[in-house]
């Protein structure tokens, strides 16, 4: 029987089943369907990017849902990153005559490219199969967290083949391979590294790759030309059989003759950060060779993750907040060898002691919602795993500094901010334990305080960041205040009272950069003018705003929703402001500059972070059915079933935190305040297993579409008048429920005091 | 008073008083003058090389004597090679204004370069100082095993300040710089590595500076161009102060000011091959800062392994012979770190357990009798570490096998044989133990027997390596003719018959390629016909013979004799042949297209290995008198005093070893024999404490420029009548007295039983 007919693995109703891993590979999503675990090492998967693409953002995540061949099964991605690496390892079993080189997509058997049609594909949480129609292969994939397991039906009687490409890369470009070393050792096992200069320069990936049938013949290639020394690697020199080999251009092909059992031949795949030896010592993670085993186990630990949440909602919704949780839980993943060694950002090796290393900390993006999501589903432990990592990150830091943007423990300095902050102050406040607070405490004054970064000399010396000495002032001043904030609110907890005034005092230096002229954030120079002329809708690299515009940016002042009200002259004027903001003709044009800027309505672009609060402002005004109303715009229009479903990068699982809290009726507006902003449901009903094992609960009475509204709120049956929800409530486990109605309920959370902290800077 | 002026810190009748580290570093002899340790990792000293030197071959220690100007102070070099490499982490002082660029030897302070003069210049073993003309700095250097030491005299109220130039090597290409990485870290630290592509690929050196004042201001640049990708580390997002820098062209420019104490600066300089925090680690090693104190014991450790050599010779042959023994003290050298780990041959990190990992075996120059020699003047401790460095390096060879030529832990290929085979061989018939017997040979017929290399499955299927399936196809059948007779020797030792017996037969292999016609080893077709036309005198890469002709290759059947006297019709046509091979015209231009052919008398090349044995050779055909003529020839003419005192390329001692031997007398023809060929001393009298503790002596009775020859010998007093020295009687401490006289004794040595083992194969 086909494995594309088989039943699927798990139970129709099983939360794994609901996932559709392939929401999100398409349109703007940069998601990706392979297999992986939650927080895995390996994301094992198919890599439809083909070298000559001039433009490598649309294929970020290596694969794209309207492509039509795959170049082979790497072993790493990012899911829903807006820049791109990795696709490490690639391999691509083929039969019949070798061919080196990829060849295009266009032309059918013009290299070892294959087509392949969505109908004889199939993704699942830790699974992934597609049939090679050009070299009549079914391949499968599942994976451990270190380990990729790779099933080739090359069929009875056939010859069967596999290719290993170490010159293909995400985000390719001349010079990305540095040097690449292959290892023939055995008849059964491979090993080799690679070692690029994309997103994070001299990157080292080890790997180990074991066979389940001996190779009979293997041949190592060096595509390399021009290379203007050999060495004494000249035929008669150096042995013949080339066992091992180096260079930046190389190629395996492994043939493995026509006797294998059932026609097939299984690979695994360990990698390393450290070196081919830590690699092969991973392999150990996957001892047998049970394919089916390694599925169903890699199905029940999905299963399990994604458990924590039941859902009762539209199927469509369910849908996409099963694949939301999938997203969710993929990343910062786990960074380190079984031993616990890793290579740290001062790219040495370093050894975990009592945690567990993770990296991939995409921080600007994950600290708004991914985080406070993932305090709510995933253990104590494993946040605490987080923050440790951060902490020792920072420790080996040749900067002394938090994680900005890091992934395979390297930092990038990608995008702005020190937001490994407002992520350790959540979790701290939130009750995450098994670090030293006062050490957190000094590694974020060590960040905060770090002038050459980012202008944080300015910054304090100005009190804001003046346009005219960095770029993106702005955006950089208003993000500074509110990670500020973060750690005043930690070193309060603390009863660091004098650290606390002074960050209290810093949080508020967004205030500099308020126009109330205007009612917008602006740039501001260092001589203290306003920069002319004043364009809101001016975005790009290098201006006043990071990825967006004073259209988009100016309400970032999460932790003082008062002084945006004051700065539009009441709560009329900030009610109105935003009403723009959605009502806004906008066109695609205006900002399709910046590719990250997606997902509009108006000048909201769901599709990018700096608008991910912005809905729920209304409710600082005292209008929370106006929060509601944007929401049911929202959701539906950013969020749909299919592969073109997301309205921008899924940022490694903030777009999809960001559906999760929605959809529940709440969001994380000011991380490190301890309390949500309530907003409206999605779903009928959903039950979230907490960490501590209680249970917290929505549910949502009379929903039903055209009940966009609110008409009033119980909290564990008790009337709840607030538009705020405390986290101390939520995590003691309680039942949150909405009276859904047609016509909005504009007293609901109206008065001052049922508002989020507006009245005074939060403390 | 100037630190060119101040008397030698060795007392003028030490044995470092004697050695002038200038020999060699002129000419074509390729050593290196700079501050080393016996075996030390580091040798720090000047390098002269110029970047856009069209032919590196002449620079391949980096300096040389003829120069004019010193490019800086870099801390690893080759002493002697045929092949460049190395010239890791540069060094330059300077005053003034900042230049990135070295500049034109040509044209002063056209960059950093500056002139010196040898009036102002200095070598010693373990110290080396200079005048920097252009900069007016005097330079001092001295070094521990792991770690250089500076000492920069800028003058009071100077300035100091220093260049790191990471771009510079030896062999120089414009790919050869892969990646480097530089780091401050705090005031007075800085590290970082680099990784080249040249005569070992993907090789990694990491590196800890350290200063002995802070630093006042420093730069980090980066002079690459063209860089594809370049991240985010454009201004605004990666940090502005550049504490760390990665890239492939990389500068450090370091600045101290004008209140150095005493206008001096002092930098350690620790190096690792495993990374930069245990290049760290390694500057333990040297924790004070009293460059004198440092020298001192650098004068102490070479003082104590020259020692052990008592010459009584003329001034001229004196200085020779310990810089000679100073030469052979330098390799195989040290390379691991302090805590015994180490960077193995598969490019991953090892630790050494119960010995010291050393690396840097030209072993196709080496076991001749650089390893014989070393056997007779290190301690057991240290010729074990040797075998065990081997042994490690096998086990971690991806090929399984032990090394060609190795340095830095890694594999080049360079040169042909396996000859770690007579290294073990020796080294255990000798009585080195340490190690495991059984698991070297295994160790040694895993190399004999590796098919894939060099031949090796087609010399076992014909029985010779045939011309048409592999280049220099007759020296490798010779060559490994006798590295199999080392096998079959250990073999026997062990018990081990039947291998024995195998390889005793393999070393019948040469016997194939003897051609009675001609009386040359010639090269011969798979299909069993000598190559045609023949032309002894041919030579050429990819030819039958490496680095040499048949006139030079013909005579290597060190371990039989006899077969070598029957192909040439008897002892008669031995000695014709041989005084063929040295009164034959011959011109430069004949080999000029080799570079290593060198030091010719005839077709006589001692400036190249295949030479090395050929003199002793009269000896097999009883007619040692001639030996001792030739030997009249050979050293007075290649070793003299000078910079270009030296024939040929040191090749990492083998030839001072060479002349250690023959000036005592003797040289091991064949290692393995546990047997030395009598020649004629060159020295007064000279005294061995071997490191059994007993002491062997040689005298020379009647030493006279004019007394050439050898009338009678005695052992311990008692008629010598053999030209045949026992390991075993040298070994148990011994004096060899020598009467010298101006005719030649024909009788002596001349009978059957006198010779070196000609009657049958030696056994």
Same mark, same amino acid.
């Given at each position: 029987m086909?494995?594309?007919?088989a039943?699927a ?5 099983s ?20 297999a992986?675990?939650?927080f ?6 198919p890599?439809t ?11 970020c995540?290596?694969y794209r849902? &309207?492509?039509?061949s795959? !170049?082979?099964? /790497?072993?790493? %991605?990012?899911?829903g990153? =807006?820049h791109?690496?990795? *696709? ?6 083929f039969?019949?005559a ?5 060849g ?6 013009s ?7 969505h ?15 050009d070299?009549?292969i079914?391949?499968e994939?599942t ?6 397991l790779?099933?080739?039906?090359y ?12 010159r ?23 090993t ?5 200069r ?11 790759? &074991?066979?389940?049938?001996? !190779?009979?013949? /293997?041949e190592l %290639?060096n595509?390399?030309? =021009?290379?203007?020394?050999? *060495? ?59 394919f089916d ?10 299963d399990?993750a ?5 859902i009762e ?7 996409n ?19 616990g060694q ?14 567990r290393?993770h990296?991939t900390? /995409?921080l600007?993006d ?5 985080h406070?999501?993932?305090?709510l ?13 951060l ?8 900067h002394g ?12 300095w990608?995008?702005i901010?020190?937001?490994a902050l407002?992520v350790?102050?959540?979790?701290w ?10 050490r957190a405490?000094q ?7 770090y002038?050459p970064y ?16 960095e770029?993106?002032g702005a955006s950089k001043?208003?993000?500074?205040s ?10 309060e907890s603390?009863?660091?009272a004098?650290?606390?005034a ?15 002229q205007?009612?917008?954030v ?12 004043f364009?809101?809708t ?5 201006s ?6 004073a259209?988009?940016?100016?309400w970032?002042?999460p932790h ?7 700065n539009?002259?009441?709560?009329a ?14 066109n ?5 500059h910046?590719e990250?800027?997606a997902g509009l ?5 769901h ?18 059915w ?10 539906p ?7 073109a479903?997301l309205?921008g990068?899924?940022?490694?699982g903030?777009m ?6 929605s ?6 507006v000011?991380?490190g ?6 907003g ?8 979230l ?9 929505v549910?949502a009475?009379?929903?039903a ?7 009033r ?21 309680a ?6 109605q047609?016509?909005p ?6 008065a001052p005091?049922?508002?989020?902290y507006?009245?005074?800077p939060y403390?």
């Amino acid at each position: 029987m086909s494995i594309f007919a088989a039943r699927a693995l798990a139970a129709p109703d099983s939360p794994s089943a609901a996932v559709d891993v392939f929401i999100g590979t398409g349109g703007d999503g940069h998601c990706h369907p392979g297999a992986t675990r939650p927080f895995g090492m390996v994301q094992l998967g198919p890599d439809t990017a083909h070298r000559s693409h001039r433009e490598s953002y649309p294929w970020c995540a290596g694969y794209r849902y &309207e492509d039509e061949s795959i !170049l082979g099964f /790497s072993h790493t %991605h990012f899911s829903g990153t =807006g820049h791109g690496d990795l *696709g490490d390892v690639l391999l691509m079993p083929f039969t019949g005559a070798t061919r080196l080189e990829p060849g295009y997509p266009e032309r059918a058997m013009s290299g070892y490219r294959s087509r392949f049609s969505h109908e004889l594909e199939r993704g699942e949480p830790g699974y992934y199969a597609v049939r090679l129609l050009d070299h009549e292969i079914d391949v499968e994939l599942t994976a451990s967290e270190r380990v990729g397991l790779h099933r080739y039906h090359y069929g009875s009687g056939i010859a069967g083949k596999l290719l290993l490409d170490l010159r293909t890369s995400l985000y390719d470009h001349k010079d990305k391979n540095q040097w690449a070393r292959l290892r023939l050792r055995g008849d059964r096992l491979v090993t080799g590294m690679r070692q690029t200069r994309g997103w994070a320069p001299g990157r080292q990936l080890h790997f180990a790759i &074991e066979f389940s049938q001996p !190779l009979l013949r /293997s041949e190592l %290639h060096n595509t390399e030309d =021009g290379i203007a020394y050999r *060495g004494f690697r000249t035929p008669g020199r150096a042995p013949q059989d080339k066992r091992v080999l180096e260079g930046t251009k190389l190629l395996g092909v492994f043939e493995f003759g026509a006797e294998l059992p059932q026609g097939q031949l299984l690979v695994k795949v360990a990698i390393s950060t450290v070196s081919e030896d830590q690699a092969i010592a991973n392999l150990a993670e996957m001892p047998g060779w049970d394919f089916d085993a390694e599925r169903r186990a890699a199905a029940a630990a999905w299963d399990e993750a994604l458990g924590v949440l039941e859902i009762e909602a539209d199927e469509a919704m369910r849908r996409n907040l099963y694949t939301a949780q999938y997203h969710a839980l993929q990343a910062p993943s786990l960074f380190m060898d079984l031993d616990g060694q890793y290579r740290g950002p001062d790219n040495q090796v370093h050894r975990a002691e009592g945690f567990r290393y993770h990296s991939t900390f /995409s921080l600007w993006d994950t600290y708004r919602a991914l985080h406070p999501w993932l305090l709510l589903c995933q253990s104590e432990q494993r946040n605490s795993d987080f923050i440790q990592s951060l902490l020792v990150s920072q420790a080996h830091s040749p900067h002394g500094i938090l994680p900005v943007w890091q992934f395979h423990g390297l930092e990038t300095w990608c995008m702005i901010g020190y937001h490994a902050l407002p992520v350790i102050a959540d979790a701290w406040l939130k009750g995450v334990r098994g670090f030293d607070p006062q050490r957190a405490l000094q590694a974020m004054r060590a960040s905060a305080e770090y002038a050459p970064y980012g202008g944080i000399g300015d910054y304090l010396q100005y009190g804001y960041v003046p346009f005219d000495l960095e770029g993106e002032g702005a955006s950089k001043t208003l993000e500074y205040s509110f990670d500020d904030w973060t750690l005043a609110r930690m070193a309060e907890s603390l009863g660091e009272a004098e650290t606390a005034a002074t960050y209290y005092r810093r949080a508020q230096s967004f205030r500099h950069l308020l126009d109330p002229q205007t009612g917008f954030v602006r740039g501001k120079s260092s001589a203290g003018e306003f920069r002319l002329p004043f364009d809101p809708t001016a975005a790009g690299y290098g201006s006043d705003y990071t990825e967006g515009s004073a259209w988009q940016y100016s309400w970032y002042v999460p932790h003082d929703g008062a002084a945006l009200v004051a700065n539009l002259g009441g709560d009329a004027g900030l009610v109105k402001r935003l009403d723009e903001i959605f009502e806004a003709e906008t066109n695609a044009k205006m900002y399709s500059h910046m590719e990250d800027i997606a997902g509009l309505i108006g000048h909201y672009a769901h599709g990018n972070e700096p608008s991910h609060h912005i809905a729920y402002l209304y409710a600082f005004a005292g209008a929370p059915w106006k929060t509601q109303a944007r929401l049911a715009q929202i959701v539906p229009s950013q969020y749909k079933n299919g592969a073109a479903g997301l309205a921008g990068n899924d940022d490694l699982g903030q777009m999809s935190a960001w559906l999760l809290f929605s959809a529940l009726g709440f969001y994380p507006v000011a991380p490190g305040s301890n309390e949500y902003v309530i907003g409206r449901p999605f779903v009928r009903a959903a039950r979230l297993r907490l960490p501590n094992g209680r249970v917290f609960s929505v549910r949502a009475e009379n929903y039903a579409e055209e009940n966009v509204y609110v008409g009033r709120v119980t909290l564990n049956g008790r009337e709840h008048h607030s538009s705020v929800l405390a986290h101390e409530a939520l995590a003691a486990g309680a039942e949150l429920v909405f009276h859904m109605q047609a016509e909005p309920n504009k007293d609901w959370g109206a008065a001052p005091a049922q508002r989020p902290y507006t009245q005074t800077p939060y403390r």
